[in-house]
């Protein structure tokens, strides 16, 4: 592969970035404070073709691939990982369902909404008792004439509260069984559909995290997404995007919190001294640069498999473990670095510590992507 980003890709990594700067930045604590989402940053993004990266032109999108995507959600989290993990789960859960599985009367009714931000997507698989044995649901649709009620719940769905529409997984099948669940897209406003409780996070806490409740919730089987029993292999597609996706964000976490550690050991002097000169900051630099670089690499190589058409689980499942891992080593070595500094809200690095951890753990944790890496080696 070509490691030189393309012009256009340059282009689109100084437009977000020049995004972030202005107009995300000054609000950072702000609304990691309060906990807030702020939807009208996202309707700009979607003015821009940010939240709609992947969606073709006639649909109202960029049109662009995964480099363009790497580095819109990379830029953005080097800033505020909340607001870089909203445009990816906008951009490759929801919308990224819909483009891979929707009909063509589906497609031209959510896409156009989807891509320009008019509606933020929310994306539910996840349970409180069944995060990773997803065979498990309790959340079921079951058929009733020409139409599909839908009973139960789903935990820590991104915008569950602000999103316009979800694409959700529900059982249509037997527990443990083979094929058993069927995915759906349900409006908000939906009779028998509401948000519950938002979550209360350690970071991320201007990415809106809540339930999404259904209690008997009747939609046409016009919603239903492909075909019935085939909602966990397509959620498994999805996620193998989902993957790069976190696999760019913990990048770009990672990122802003090593140059602002490289920055900051080069202005805070101790003993008349930088303490970049100091050899247990400058090794600490070294082992934050070196695994930055070597979860790049692989992140890279995940998008170029994407762009191509090519099997992607293993490497996307390889990028965001190891991405993920290194955005909170070297979060955590930005804080030391910072010293009592860095344990203030009066510096970024304090910030993209708490961040850093989410990414370990949503969309598949840490083992999950063992799991999956171990059996694709195992095949061989």
């Known amino acids: 592969m070509d490691f030189q980003l393309s012009e256009l890709t340059q282009q689109v990594a100084h437009t977000a970035r020049d995004f972030a ?50 580095v819109v959600i990379e830029e953005i989290a080097k800033v505020c990982g909340s607001i870089g993990l909203s445009v990816a789960a906008h951009n490759s859960l929801c919308t990224g369902h819909m483009l891979l599985f ?46 599909w009620v839908i009973n139960g719940t789903k935990n820590w769905i991104t915008h569950g509260k602000s999103g316009n529409v979800a694409i959700v997984i529900c059982r249509t099948g037997e527990p443990r069984t083979k094929d058993n669940s069927t ?10 559909f509401v948000a519950g409780k938002k979550e209360n996070k350690l970071g991320m806490r201007a990415s809106e995290t809540a339930e999404l409740i259904f209690d008997n919730c009747r939609i046409p089987d016009a919603n239903r997404l492909g075909e019935v029993g085939d909602g966990f292999r397509q959620a498994m597609k999805v996620l193998d ?39 247990g900051v400058s ?31 293993k490497v996307a499942a390889m990028a965001k473990y190891y991405a993920s891992e290194v955005a909170v080593k070297v979060a955590n070595d930005a804080v030391q670095i910072f010293g009592g500094y860095g344990y203030t809200k009066d510096f970024p690095v304090e910030k993209h510590y708490r961040d850093a951890k989410l990414c370990t753990i949503g969309e598949g944790t840490s083992e999950i992507q063992k799991i999956v890496i171990s059996r694709e080696e195992l095949k061989r």
């Open 102 to 147: 929707g009909n063509e009367e589906q497609q031209h009714k959510y896409l156009p909404k989807l891509a320009t931000a008019e509606w933020i997507g929310a994306w539910g698989l996840t349970e409180a008792n069944t995060g990773s044995d997803a065979g498990n649901m309790k959340c079921t649709a079951l058929k009733d004439g020409n139409d």
């Open 21 to 70: 700067q202005r107009h995300i930045k000054p609000h950072i604590m702000e609304w990691d404070e309060a906990q807030e989402f702020p939807v009208h940053i996202f309707k700009e993004l979607g003015k821009m073709g940010m939240m709609g990266v992947f969606v073709p032109h006639e649909y109202g999108g960029a049109g662009l691939g995964y480099f363009e995507y790497k």
């Open 183 to 192: 995915a759906f897209v349900v409006e908000m406003g939906t009779k028998g």
């Open 241 to 279: 995007g989902g993957r790069i996706s976190i696999a760019s964000l913990s990048l770009g976490i990672a990122k802003g919190a090593y140059e602002a550690a490289l920055k900051y050991s080069q202005e805070r002097y101790q003993f008349d001294k930088p303490i970049s000169s100091f050899q």
């Open 283 to 313: 090794f600490k630099l070294a082992d934050m640069a070196t695994e930055i670089q070597a979860a790049e690499l692989l992140t890279l190589q995940a998008c170029d498999l994407k762009n191509r058409g090519e099997y992607v689980t």
